[in-house]
C-alpha cells in the first residue's frame, strides 16, 4: 500500500460542484467551449487552483496552465490535465473528472507537505469536444504543433462565431505562447467510455496506448432505373451492392479480432425514392485497431474485398481517405508508474488501449504520456446519464497521484 492519501469526499463534491454550472434537466450537463457557461467553469476552477496556492497562466488558444512549483525550477513540469468542455448532451465526468483529479492531487500534496523536484502542471485543453468548433482537441492540437494558431482561431461555429472572438470575450486569449510550453510528462486520468471495464467488474484501466484509425468514404455507382419493370438480372443496383459490402466491412474487424472494430456511422442513398433502384449510395467506413500491422491488413482487406464486390455488380467503387490517425503508444515508463501503483495498492486492474480520441493521444506525439481510465456505468458517455462511482473516481486520483509523484521526484 502507499501511504500518499488522497480526499476522495473532497474530490466528489468538488466534481458535483462544477457540475451545477450547465446542468441539464437529465442531470448532464451543457457546457459547450467557449460559452458563457464554459468561462464560468473556467472561473472556477481557476480560483479553485489559486487557492490550492497554483499560479494560473493561459497560452493564445485558452489552455489553462495551473502551476505547482517545484524544487528545481529548470526541469520540465510532470503535466496532468483534460478538458472542462461537454457535449451539447453531455455527461458531469468526460474530462472533468481528469482535470479535478489532477486539482485533489494538487490540494493532498499541499495537506501532506509533499515536495516534488519538478514542477507540477494541472491542464484544462480548450475545445476538446469538438461540439461547438470543429474538429476536436484542438487546444491540444495547436500546443503540439498538429494545427496552427492561426487556423484555429478563424474556425467558426454553425453560428459562424470565431473561435479567437469567442476566446476573447470569455476572457481567456492568453498571451503566454501556445508552443513550446515545456512538459517532461503528461498523464489524463479519464473515464472509460466503454463497457469493458464494468463489465469485467476491474476497478483501473491501465492505458498502454491509443488506437490506430483510418477513415473512408465509399461511393458506389450503379445505375437508376424504375423498380418495376427493371428484371433482377439487368439491375446494376448500387444498394444492393452497398448492402454487402457493408457486411464485408464488419466481417473485417470480426475476421482480424482482438480489439478491430469497423463501424459504418453515415449512408446516403440516391435518389432515395421508394421506386427507383438506387443508382448511388455513399458511406463512411471508421476502421480501427491498437496494432499498427493489423489496422494495415485491415485496410488492404477492406480495399481487395469492396472492389471485388464491385466487380461482380457491375459497380463502380470510389474509395477515398478521409482522415487517418497512427496508432499512438504510451510512454512505457510512465505506463509502469501507473502500473506498480495499482500493484501497490491492491487495486483489480487490466491494460487497455483507449478506443477513443484524447488531448493525450496529441500530446503522446510530443511528450512521454499515460493515461488512467476507470469505469463509467454501462460505458455510457457523451450521455446525460453517464456516471461513475465516488470510489472507483477516488482510486482513479490515488493512481494519478502516485505516478506524478514518482515521476516528479
Ligand atoms: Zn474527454
Redesign the pocket.
Known amino acids: 500500500m502507499s501511504d500518499l492519501r488522497i480526499d476522495g469526499d473532497r474530490l466528489w463534491r468538488t466534481l458535483m460542484d462544477l457540475a451545477t454550472i450547465g446542468a441539464t434537466p437529465k442531470g448532464g450537463l451543457c457546457r459547450l467551449a467557449l460559452t458563457d457557461l464554459d468561462k464560468e467553469g473556467r472561473d472556477l476552477f481557476v480560483r479553485w487552483c489559486e487557492e490550492a496556492g497554483c499560479t494560473v497562466t493561459v497560452d493564445e488558444v485558452g489552455n489553462i496552465f495551473a502551476r505547482r512549483p517545484g524544487r528545481n525550477p529548470d526541469r520540465p513540469a510532470v503535466c496532468m490535465g483534460?478538458?472542462l468542455d461537454t457535449q451539447p448532451t453531455g455527461g458531469r465526468f468526460?474530462?472533468i473528472y481528469?482535470v479535478l483529479a489532477g486539482l485533489e492531487v494538487i490540494r493532498s500534496f499541499n495537506d501532506q507537505g509533499i515536495e516534488t523536484d519538478a514542477p507540477i502542471d494541472l491542464i484544462v485543453w480548450t475545445n476538446?469536444?469538438g461540439a461547438r468548433f470543429s474538429p476536436p482537441m484542438l487546444g491540444s492540437g495547436v500546443a503540439m504543433g498538429v494545427f496552427t494558431l492561426d487556423h484555429v482561431l478563424d474556425i467558426r461555429d454553425t453560428d459562424g462565431v470565431r473561435l479567437g472572438d469567442e476566446l476573447a470575450r470569455i476572457g481567456y486569449k492568453g498571451e503566454v505562447p501556445v508552443t513550446g510550453h515545456a512538459m517532461g510528462a503528461y498523464f489524463e486520468a479519464?473515464?472509460e467510455?466503454g463497457p469493458v471495464l464494468e463489465a469485467e467488474d476491474v476497478e483501473i484501466g491501465v492505458v498502454t496506448g491509443a488506437q490506430g484509425q483510418r477513415w473512408y468514404e465509399a461511393t458506389v455507382t450503379g445505375r437508376e432505373s424504375h423498380a418495376g419493370p427493371t428484371p433482377m438480372r439487368l439491375r446494376r443496383d448500387a444498394l444492393a451492392g452497398a448492402a454487402v459490402m457493408m457486411e464485408a466491412v464488419e466481417a473485417i474487424a470480426l475476421e482480424v479480432g482482438g480489439d478491430a472494430c469497423s463501424t459504418i456511422g453515415r449512408v446516403q442513398v440516391h435518389p432515395d425514392s421508394r421506386n427507383v433502384i438506387p443508382g448511388r449510395v455513399w458511406f463512411t467506413i471508421d476502421l480501427r485497431n491498437p496494432d499498427p500491422d493489423a489496422l494495415a491488413r485491415m485496410d488492404a482487406m477492406l480495399r481487395e474485398r469492396l472492389a471485388a464486390i464491385a466487380d461482380k455488380r457491375d459497380l463502380t467503387l470510389e474509395l477515398t481517405d478521409f482522415w487517418a490517425f497512427p496508432t499512438t503508444p504510451f510512454a512505457p515508463e510512465l505506463v509502469g508508474h501507473v502500473r506498480r501503483s495499482v500493484e501497490r495498492r491492491g487495486l483489480s486492474h487490466r491494460d487497455i488501449v483507449s478506443g477513443?480520441g484524447?488531448?493525450a493521444v496529441y500530446v503522446a506525439r510530443k511528450v512521454p504520456t499515460a493515461m488512467i481510465f476507470i469505469p463509467c456505468e454501462n460505458g455510457l458517455?457523451h450521455n446525460e446519464a453517464e456516471n461513475i462511482k465516488p470510489e472507483h473516481a477516488a482510486s482513479g486520483c490515488a493512481v494519478l497521484a502516485d505516478a506524478v509523484l514518482a515521476t516528479a521526484g
Open positions: 483534460s478538458h468526460d474530462g481528469g476538446e469536444e479519464h473515464i467510455q477513443a484524447h488531448d458517455s
